[in-house]
């Protein structure tokens, strides 16, 4: 199987500080004694300057406030039924172009930095919402995996068959969150339960809900998105 579970010891605030170090919010837990200081300027480098290179043309959204939520107005939308899973079950798979493929609980996703925003949902079916969404950075929970110089996309497989797929800058957008919270509560299973994506770059359709799987690929596949496979945009910028 290969798959590792890194025991998430490392304080809040160290992880903050291993961000802070790395440049570019990488962070990960060393196994074999050597510093992590030492693996940050080895191991990271090539991936360090093509990331540096993505974040420095990242620039953040600009947020709502609080009295801006639009709690009516965010509508469900799944193209199937919502699926049913068990949260203290549930393990988020991390693979593809990696050196550390993992799995991680919602115990483990939720000691990582937790990020709120308030942004707009835009569906293409003509409505939108200013939302709250409170969750981990996807750039944050990749690093854990440690991404390979390789990985251009990121492919999110859900529990209800769907499926999408992102390039990687839009991935590791500083707002681009695997969300756990909407407007101030634990997330709705038909607002997608224990995971999803939430980010103000993109259209509704390539937010996808219920994610299981999060594989680094160094190229698209043939199955781009759900409804990009039925002739919508794929990149899909807001
Ligand atoms: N797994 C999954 N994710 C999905 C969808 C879906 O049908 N299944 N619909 C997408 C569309 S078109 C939109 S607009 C948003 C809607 O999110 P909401 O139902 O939480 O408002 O989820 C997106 N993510
Ligand atoms: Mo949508």
Redesign the pocket.
């Known amino acids: 199987m290969g798959l590792f579970v890194p025991k998430l010891a490392l304080s809040r605030r160290q992880l903050l500080q291993w961000s802070a170090i790395s440049g570019v919010g990488l962070l990960m837990g060393s196994c074999d004694g050597e510093p992590l200081t030492t693996k940050v300027g080895q191991v990271f480098e090539p991936l360090n300057q093509r990331l540096q290179e993505l974040l420095l043309s990242q620039n953040p959204v600009p947020e709502y406030s609080m009295k801006d939520i639009e709690p009516d107005k965010l509508l469900i ?1 799944t193209f199937d039924a919502t699926p049913q899973i068990d949260p203290a079950k549930f393990q988020l798979k991390i693979d593809g172009e990696v050196k550390q493929p993992l799995q991680l609980g919602m115990a483990d996703i939720q000691k990582l930095p937790l990020t709120s925003m308030i942004i707009r949902h835009v ?3 003509g409505w939108s919402a200013i939302v709250q969404w409170g969750g981990v950075r996807l750039r944050d929970l990749a690093t854990l995996a440690q991404p390979k110089s390789s990985a251009r996309y990121v492919f999110f497989k859900s529990a209800d068959g769907y499926y999408e797929s992102w390039d990687l800058a839009s991935a590791f957008h500083p707002q681009t969150l695997m969300a756990y919270q909407k407007n101030g509560q634990l997330l709705s299973a038909d607002n997608g339960a224990p995971l999803r994506l939430a980010s103000p770059i993109k ?3 390539k937010q996808s809900k219920w994610v299981t799987q999060i594989t680094f690929l160094n190229e698209l596949v043939p199955m781009k998105g759900y409804w990009e496979d039925l002739g919508y945009e794929w990149f899909a910028g807001i």
């Open positions: 939308n569906c293409v079916e259209l509704g359709y």
